[in-house]
């Protein structure tokens, strides 16, 4: 009986979990009503170069500014501590440390480092020691509302407050309409459809170069939401040496049969690179390897980026279903950052 009861609460949860993440899908463009302020403002100093500290969901809204605002330089730092690079360069920049919950350990060194060493330092977080710090030592920060969704659900929110705090008045503008012009739900069919198709592979997610941040966002969805190994990789680049471990032959064929490719096609793409793809696509067809094309569609870059970002949202949860997984939580990320933290604390 009690094995019973612990099943039914065990499925309830499931049930629970995945209700919250198509509510979170749904309500995504809710986030873009989000209006920033900026505190301790007056402490940002002119800056000629932004670098972005964000780990996991936490830096795919920079990813995004970085695509859409070329002309911007932007150094995304993905590891601990403030980046190596000479110091005339980080004297000019803003150092901005994005972390959703506000306790990313590889963020706040990058915060405490850029901060200690005086540099031009700025914070985004829900709380944390990331925002402690920046309120104890008068850091321009931007605090967002906890809204309980997973860091890599919170992008809206996330590319608010970046575009606030750099002061980018043009794409905030932009980025507000979709607060009203955008619809989750019309890409809840599509994305079913596409789960259903890869259903029993492995997917791996091709774009062109300038989209790599949608594909690595399709890839972390799988990973993370539906809890199934994915990867990515771009064009170009690809056709130099990826493609060629999957030049088939008996001795090699079932290594490559749980695969599933998803080229990512985009109307803005160069010529070039879309006709790449359809020959990449006819080669695999023919060694009998599972591929489709999935278009990024919308009326703007914006538009593109996030119907996107919400298909692979939708892709996910539906694939998710189909294994049974808990598409919310992250608890191989937990266990694996309470053990580092157990290491460290011993070692200290």
């Not at 200690?116 to 944390?128: D, F, H, M, Y």
């Not at 705090?165 to 012009?181: F, P, R």
């Not at 109307?267 to 390897?289: C, G, N, Q, T, V």
Request: aromatic content about 10%.
């Amino acid at each position: 009986m009690i094995l019973v009861y612990a099943e039914t609460a065990i499925q309830l949860n499931l049930i629970y979990n995945i209700i919250n993440m198509e509510d979170s899908i749904k309500k995504f463009a809710e986030q873009f009503s989000f209006k920033p302020e900026v505190s301790n403002k007056e402490n940002i100093k002119p800056w000629k170069n932004i670098i972005i500290s964000g780990m996991g969901g936490s830096h795919l809204a920079s990813d995004i500014i970085k695509k859409v605002k070329p002309e911007l330089d932007i150094y995304i730092h993905k590891d601990y501590g403030v980046p190596d690079i000479n110091s005339e360069k980080l004297n000019e920049s803003f150092l901005i440390a994005n972390s959703y919950s506000g306790n990313t350990e590889e963020t706040f060194s990058f915060l405490k480092e850029a901060h200690e060493r005086k540099l031009n330092v700025g914070a985004i977080s829900t709380g944390g020691k990331i925002l402690e710090y920046a309120k104890a030592n008068n850091i321009p920060f931007i605090e967002f509302p906890d809204s309980g969704i997973q860091p890599r659900m919170a992008v809206g929110f996330s590319i608010m407050a970046l575009a606030t705090i750099l002061s980018l008045k043009d794409l905030l503008a932009e980025l507000s309409k979709l607060s009203t012009n955008f619809n989750p739900d019309v890409l809840e069919s599509k994305g079913k459809e596409i789960a259903d198709l890869i259903h029993g592979n492995v997917p791996i997610i091709y774009s062109s170069l300038k989209n790599e941040c949608i594909a690595y966002n399709w890839k972390i969805k799988f990973n993370e939401t539906a809890k199934i190994p994915s990867f990515y990789n771009v064009f170009p680049e690809l056709n130099h040496n990826e493609m060629t471990g999957f030049d088939i032959i008996p001795n090699t064929s079932y290594l490559s049969e749980k695969f599933y490719f998803i080229l990512l096609s985009d109307s803005d793409d160069s010529p070039l690179i879309r006709k790449r793809m359809e020959i990449l696509r006819k080669l695999y067809a023919d060694k009998d390897l599972n591929v489709t094309f999935v278009e990024i569609l919308g009326d703007s870059k914006l538009h593109k980026i996030f119907n996107s970002i919400i298909l692979a949202d939708w892709v996910a949860i539906y694939t998710s279903r189909l294994y049974g997984t808990e598409p919310e939580k992250v608890p191989m990320i937990e266990d694996f950052k309470l053990k580092l933290q157990i290491e460290i604390d011993r070692n200290k």
